[in-house]
């Protein structure tokens, strides 16, 4: 960390050779970064609030790269949102040059143009002037600084928006619908929400599910994979009480790999409340990806159980029951997952997940010949949701048809590398030249 009172930038610089991968900082680390009178930024991003945050009477929402007043609404370009982001982390004190093009600019060689150039945005953006400031001061010879005249605010405390709420739960429908462009309309549904409260906190959590679910198993991943964690926390920040946004923040953080963090924040979602069907659900899939089969199982079924038109916790909890060799509990969680995956069939007969979860059931159970064959059909229609039925036609000695299924749903941007390196149902497929193409192909994205 550099002295911000006695260096500056060359004219070229070059970034440090730094983890730029978001991590939990300890509180000591965010707090000895927070000393020294607010003049300094941290090195570690997560010491950088990325929360909701005022600006006069602007309202600064990094995540998602929006500044508003009232109806006035502009977007910044990342590299000019990690500007604002970082001077607004230093409190008011004086950042330099060298230290923006360090935070914003990791790891590259850049002209101090670049950050000029966002400089001048932000101010475009703001109705400021570079004379006559009101939000962003340049201090000669030495940085830039915000002036802040009033402390970040807590936005969570506006009025319940029925019509917002509504809007919240249509957005989760469509979530729980699944496949590529129901995922997609519910990140825009919970990114609409946003730019009307800002401070709707099961709206951040829906919003770092769905990219989470974007990035995975429809590859788009973009600035999603960054975006995740930060709307993760945001809504936790927002409503430390919800159950909702606890669960969502596990979920990301054992994706991640940050799994002591990850238990602890499902563990607080479900004390807060012990009956809510997406916490099980989240659980289970991130032990099942961990190769915590029991606890998978337990989790997953629980959920179900909790949700009665759930089919797809089932299928999930048969896969972890047949890798326990608990044949009774596998079959009757197939059997289960099919009734209710014929039931929502017969109220829509194009919901693709639905079909491909029947497939697999019906593979499962013995009816391979005609699973594999009507797999046949949903293999051509590329889609993501369909690795599933890899597995399932795998264990049925399908390989060929297997592995053309392996094809498209990850051309079509399925890269679980985690899952899949814990997928027994895949074994059979593992020495054949396809199979370890693709798994290469996910493992270098």
């Known amino acids: 960390m550099m002295d911000v009172t006695s260096q500056s930038a060359s004219a070229t610089h070059r970034g440090r050779n730094r983890d730029a991968t978001l991590k939990p900082p300890t509180q000591g680390a965010c707090d000895q970064e927070r000393t020294s009178a607010g003049s300094r930024i ?4 997560a010491c950088r609030e990325a929360v909701v945050f005022h600006l006069g009477e602007w309202v600064i929402n990094p995540a998602i ?27 008011g004190g004086v ?47 030495s940085g830039y600084r915000l002036l802040l005249d009033r402390p970040a605010q807590d936005v969570s405390s506006a009025v319940l928006d029925l019509e917002l709420h509504a809007a919240y739960l249509d957005a989760c429908e469509l979530f729980f619908l699944g496949g590529r462009r129901n995922v997609g309309l519910a990140a825009d549904a919970f990114t609409g929400i946003l730019d009307r409260n800002p401070g709707h906190a099961l709206a951040w959590a829906g919003l770092a599910k769905s990219l989470f679910f974007l990035d995975r198993y429809f590859g788009m991943s973009g600035d999603n994979r960054r975006q995740t964690e930060r709307c993760a926390r945001e809504a936790v920040a927002l409503e430390p009480n919800s159950p909702e946004a606890h669960a969502v923040l596990g979920f990301v953080l054992a994706a991640s790999g940050q799994h002591a963090e990850a238990f602890d924040s499902f563990a607080t979602s479900i004390k807060l409340n012990p009956h809510l069907a997406e916490t099980h659900y989240l659980v289970g899939r991130a032990c099942l990806a961990a190769g915590d089969y029991r606890m998978a199982a337990t989790m997953l079924e629980h959920a179900a159980a909790l949700r009665p038109d759930d089919f797809h916790s089932l299928l999930l909890a048969a896969k972890a029951r047949r890798y326990l060799q608990d044949t009774p509990r ?47 059909d949903l293999v051509r229609d590329p889609d993501p949701n369909h690795y599933y039925l890899v597995g399932a036609l795998a264990r049925a000695g399908e390989t ?8 498209t749903v990850v051309a079509a941007g399925w890269s679980h590398g985690a899952w899949l390196a814990h997928d027994l149902d895949v074994d059979d497929l593992r020495q054949e030249p396809r199979f370890r193409r693709l798994a290469t192909e996910i493992r270098t994205e």
Do not use: F, Q
Request: hydrophobic share 40%; net charge negative; proline share 3%.
């Open 95 to 141: 950042v330099t040059r060298a230290e923006l093009l360090d935070e914003v600019w990791p790891n590259v060689t850049v002209g101090e143009e670049v950050l000029t150039h966002a400089i001048a945005e932000i101010r475009k953006a703001l109705g400021d002037s570079s004379r006559d400031p009101r939000y962003l001061e340049t201090v000669h010879k």
């Open 330 to 376: 596998e079959r009757s969680d197939l059997v289960k997952a099919s009734l209710r995956a014929n039931a929502k069939l017969d109220l829509d007969p194009k919901d693709r997940r639905a079909l491909c979860d029947k497939l697999c059931c019906m593979v499962e159970l013995g009816a391979a010949g005609d699973g594999a064959e009507a797999a046949a």
């Open 400 to 407: 060929g048809l297997a592995l053309d299924c392996m094809e």
């Open 65 to 91: 790269r929006r500044v508003n007043r009232g109806s006035e609404v502009v977007r910044l370009s990342p590299k000019a949102m990690g500007v604002l982001s970082a001077l607004h982390a230093a409190r």
């Open 42 to 45: 941290g090195s570690d991003e």
